[in-house]
């Protein structure tokens, strides 16, 4: 088995996928259904017929540009391991930005027993998160598709969350009622027109409804901006993921529903990744 991984661990790096090393024991470990653990005391092994055809053709998928958490079907974020389906966006390590925003301005407000909205869910990793290290809240996802909403649901039970949180099967905002403490998101932000420009593994890979902002980027941005202050407690909050080039347009387009002071939130490689608001 450690020669399995090895020839294709070398086959991922000629191939420009990285890290070759982690992508190859990944895939070998789903091949052969064992345990890193086992893997490794046991690397001399031949690999069965099964588990060796089955390695073929993972990674047969993975020099095609298929990401190895599509290939997994699930995919890590913010320390859990959640189900990525095709038709929800696979999550990204600059989205816990706005998980950590999420969770700084809850403590720097004091909110206790938070209720927290998350709309365009997707996969439901931001709500699982949030909700993992919140204890005391409760949340709730929002997304147009059904697929979406089931993965979500699927996620939060996997991750023992059901019991305080709900999914809702709708349009952004519409039909919402209620108030919340926390309103995030993570929306379609890319321009039409760039959408085919995207790496590879994202452009044919992530659906397109999860992607597709409008023609210029802020179509969703728009559509929820309007309905915050009817949602948002006093004193609430509402975090945003934006492209790292959208923040003057995406505060622009809060301050024109009456929100001020936008905070602006930098990822990891210290670009605009997160634009944040509160109700007065």
């Known amino acids: 088995m450690a020669q399995a991984r090895k020839k294709l661990a070398a086959a991922l790096a000629a191939a420009g996928k990285e890290p070759a090393t982690l992508e190859s024991r990944h895939l070998l470990e789903e091949a052969t259904g064992l345990t890193p653990l086992v893997l490794s005391t046991h690397a001399e092994r031949r690999l069965g017929l099964g588990a060796a055809t089955l390695l073929q053709q993972f990674a047969a998928r993975r020099l095609a540009g298929e990401p190895v958490s599509r290939i997994l079907g699930r995919s890590g974020f913010y320390g859990l391991d959640l189900r990525v389906d095709p038709e929800v966006l696979d999550p990204r390590a600059d989205t816990e930005t706005l998980v950590n925003a999420a969770l700084a301005i809850l403590e720097a407000k004091n909110i206790v027993r938070p209720r927290i909205l998350d709309l365009g869910t997707g996969s439901g990793a931001i709500l699982c998160a949030l909700l993992s290290c919140r204890d005391d809240a409760f949340g709730v996802g929002v997304d147009i598709s059904p697929v979406a909403c089931a993965a979500t649901h699927h996620n939060l039970t996997l991750c023992g969350l059901s019991q305080r949180s709900g999914v809702i099967c709708g349009d952004w905002t519409e039909a919402l009622q209620g108030h919340f403490d926390l309103i995030v998101s993570n929306p379609p932000y890319i321009a039409r027109r760039e959408i085919a420009a995207l790496e590879p593994e994202v452009a044919a890979f992530d659906p397109i409804l999860a992607l597709d902002g409008g023609e210029d980027g ?20 509402a975090c945003f993921e934006i492209g790292w080039r959208q923040a003057s347009d995406v505060t622009f387009i809060l301050e024109a529903e009456g929100f001020s002071q936008a905070k602006i939130f930098p990822d990891g490689g210290r670009r605009d990744r997160v634009v944040a608001i509160q109700a007065l």
């Open 218 to 237: 802020l179509v969703p941005y728009r559509r929820i901006a309007p309905n915050l202050k009817r949602l948002l407690r006093q004193g609430g909050a």
